[in-house]
């Protein structure tokens, strides 16, 4: 299905499940609240897509995006008295974004949804992604706190979406995982990435290449 949304560009790669505070102070985007406050409680949607170079504020901005983000949904926003605004959003659907058009009060794309395409996911890569993330998150332990709380989940796409979110990793490998077209792919490559991570922290201990302590998973 193809929309129109109001678009914020990121310095971060997010994941459907993903809930995340902003903080909103700019010009555009405080527009971009108030139009989408006068909608439904259910229809407060707009797009984010990772900033591949340039910055989210000030006048130069984002100079190149990647085309492939989240669909966000407001489930809470307080406003403030210099008119900025703390939002807690939900990542509800992943989009592909055409050109961004930023001549408005805000910047809008029209954005098509990307189902993920259903597969039959081996156990046997369930099973070893599981084991893999796992024993990274114990390596990690050792530097940070614990990225993820709970259990994890059993279905596999919740599961590499789980993996996805939580795994402090470079970007460009971030958005290598989102777009991957279905579980048992995604659940592939971060079992390849994990190995990696955990091989590097073996050599030379250290923290991992990123931190992305402003995202958590919601499994709702």
């Known amino acids: 299905m193809n929309e ?9 790669v997010l994941f459907p499940g993903v809930t995340l505070p902003l903080r909103v102070f700019e010009d555009r985007y405080r527009a971009m609240v108030h139009h989408l406050l006068r909608q439904e409680e259910e229809e407060r949607h707009f797009g984010s897509v990772a900033i591949r170079e340039g910055y989210e504020v000030g006048e130069t901005g984002a100079q190149s995006l990647y085309r492939v983000g989240v669909k966000l949904l407001i489930t809470e926003v307080e406003q403030h008295k210099d008119g900025s605004f703390d939002l807690e959003v939900l990542a509800v659907d992943r989009i592909r974004m055409d050109s961004l058009v930023s001549s408005g009060d805000f910047p809008v794309a029209d954005v098509e949804e990307l189902p993920e395409v259903q597969v039959t996911v081996p156990q046997t890569v369930v099973d070893t992604a599981r084991a893999t993330f796992t024993a990274y998150r114990a390596a990690l332990l050792e530097f940070r706190e614990d990225p993820f709380t709970g259990s994890l989940p059993k279905d596999p796409e919740f599961l590499s979406w789980t993996i996805s979110a939580t795994t402090p990793l470079p970007m460009p490998d971030r958005q290598a995982l989102l777009e991957a077209p279905d579980a048992a792919v995604r659940l592939g490559m971060a079992t390849d990435l994990l190995r990696a991570e955990l091989r590097a922290m073996n050599v030379i ?10 995202t958590k998973w919601s499994p709702n």
């Open 4 to 12: 129109r949304l109001p678009m914020f560009p990121l310095n971060a």
């Open 205 to 214: 201990p250290s923290l991992p290449a990123t931190e992305v302590a402003r």
